[in-house]
Structure formats: structure tokens, C-alpha cells
């Protein structure tokens, strides 16, 4: 079983779900930052509890060489969509999209599957495939 196996089964355990995991250097530090949602929302308890858990996983298996820090996060509500599964899980949410070569476009995410998405505003709707996205978050309109 692979380590990300591991800790998604670990997320599961406590009632929510792997969204990604991440590799990151920030200043001087290497992170590797899991990040986790949940219907109803993340607290804080539940990113330590996670932690608590996976931690003895990764004295075992080191997920990256050297010394690095470990979290557990939520992506927040605005967040970075680069997998299907996280457009697919972000249906009837508000998106900016760039689109390569193209520009951007705001509007709803209506659709998501394993080959693309469609995104609808006031000027229709719009279908792309995954290669032709570059950056996708959500936003929220305060």
C-alpha cells in the first residue's frame, strides 16, 4: 500500500477526505502539507487529530528525504482545482478559469469528468479539456 493510500485511509477514518498533498519549500523549510475537507467544514481539532495519526505513519515511511515539516490543512474556500476529482467535487461553485492562449473567464462550474469541464456565466456555456486549462480556483463573492 502506498503512503498516500496510507494517510487517505487514515483522512477516512475520521470522517473526511484526502483533497491533495502537497510538497512545498516556504523560506528555508521543505512541507509536506496534506490537505483535507469535510461536509460541514474543518476545524482545527480535526487537523490535529489527523496529524496526531498520520505522524507515526511518516517516522516509518518519510514521505520526502531530509527534514521537512508536516500539516494538515484545509484548501480553504478559494482554492486551486488540478486534479478531475477536484473539479468534479467543486460542481455548482463559482470558478475563474485560465484558459492557455486564451485569457480568463468567470463563471459556475456546471460540469466535471475525467476529461474536462463546462463553465457557464452570462455569455453561455463554455467546455474545455483539462489541457487546454491553466490555473482553475474557486472564488468566493463576498
Not at 128 to 135: I, P
Amino acid at each position: 500500500m502506498s503512503i498516500e493510500n496510507s494517510i487517505e485511509k487514515i483522512i477516512k477514518s475520521h470522517g473526511a477526505k484526502l483533497y491533495d498533498i502537497e510538497i512545498t519549500k516556504e523560506g528555508e523549510d521543505n512541507i509536506y502539507r496534506v490537505y483535507i475537507t469535510k461536509d460541514g467544514g474543518v476545524s482545527i481539532d480535526l487537523c490535529t487529530d489527523i496529524s496526531r495519526d498520520i505522524s507515526p505513519l511518516l517516522d516509518v515511511e518519510p514521505p520526502i528525504s531530509g527534514e521537512y515539516r508536516f500539516e494538515v490543512s484545509s484548501p480553504g474556500i478559494e482554492r486551486k482545482l488540478t486534479k478531475p476529482k477536484h473539479f468534479i467535487n467543486s460542481i455548482g461553485e463559482k470558478v475563474k478559469v485560465k484558459v492557455k492562449g486564451e485569457g480568463k473567464l468567470k463563471g459556475t462550474l456546471i460540469d466535471a469528468n475525467e476529461e474536462g469541464i463546462k463553465v457557464e456565466n452570462k455569455d453561455g456555456i463554455s467546455e474545455f479539456k483539462y489541457d487546454e486549462l491553466g490555473t482553475v480556483k474557486t472564488y468566493f463573492e463576498w
